[in-house]
């Protein structure tokens, strides 16, 4: 089966997203304190999306007690802001849907926000549901090409994965359940796979950009993440990387 996601890609995407690291923190303290409010409270072992989001703050280099305050708090053993999750939906630059996940204590203040940054570059935003169905919530683990795929795929398998997904440039992805992502990531890692992933919306279908449509959906999505209340932009733009790598 053949997958459309490039290496290439993701390492580049990656690359962009650390020098965005001032505001990361603060971001990911947000997702520790509402993961922990979840199902399973603080308890990790019952508690996955706790467990992903802990992952994603040790990634960063957040330090233990910081993460253990921000658990206390969602948890409710110490008093916190209140934030409630919300999710925008619209259309960008080319015609591309997208997501915006947001963890607000405004609601008033961050629909105007993520409005401003739509509509600013080019694109409108939707009713509820009116893109989220182009998307599947997955999680998805990244090889770079090599990676011995028989071997990878037995291993991904037993250990509860969905699928495993080849791509024309030779990467391989192994696609999760979000609950599962974590043991299945811990599994591979123990049979001596190193990948790349995360839980992230999926888009089936992609939009191709120029390089005019692909300039403003950059720029939009750099507007919207540089929000405070803005944890991730999902979106099915497909920019050939060339053009991503010439518009930095």
């Known amino acids: 089966m053949a997958g459309h996601s490039k290496w290439a890609n993701i390492k580049h995407r990656k690359a962009a997203q650390d020098k965005i690291k001032g505001k990361t ?40 007690d910081t993460i253990e305050r921000a658990i206390a708090r969602g948890a409710g ?42 509509t600013k570059c080019g694109g409108n935003l939707g009713t509820d549901g009116s893109v989220a169905y182009l998307f599947t919530h997955q999680g998805m683990l990244s090889f770079a090409p090599g990676t011995r795929e028989e071997a990878l795929l037995e291993a991904a398998l037993e250990a509860g994965a969905n699928d495993v997904v080849g791509n024309e440039d030779g990467s391989l992805d192994v696609i999760t359940s979000p609950d599962s992502f974590s043991a299945v990531k811990d599994a591979l890692v123990a049979a001596g796979f190193i990948g790349q992933g995360e839980v992230t919306f999926h888009a089936a279908t992609r939009a191709e950009l120029d390089r005019d449509a692909a ?5 939009m999505i750099e507007m919207l993440e540089e929000l405070d209340d803005v944890q991730e932009v999902y979106s099915n733009a497909d920019i050939a ?3 991503l790598e010439e518009l930095g």
């Open 77 to 118: 053993d110490t008093e916190g802001m209140d934030y409630e999750e919300i999710r925008y939906e619209g259309y960008g630059p080319g015609g591309t849907a997208v997501m915006v996940e947001c963890m607000t204590n405004n609601r008033n203040r961050t629909a105007g926000d993520v409005r401003h940054a739509f």
């Open 215 to 219: 300039e403003r959906l950059l720029k």
């Open 25 to 64: 923190w603060s971001k990911l303290i947000r997702e520790v304190t509402v993961a922990a409010r979840q199902g399973g409270g603080g308890d990790m072992t019952i508690n996955p999306r706790l467990r992903l989001a802990v992952d994603k703050a040790y990634a960063q280099n957040m330090p233990r």
């Open 241 to 243: 990387p060339e053009l």
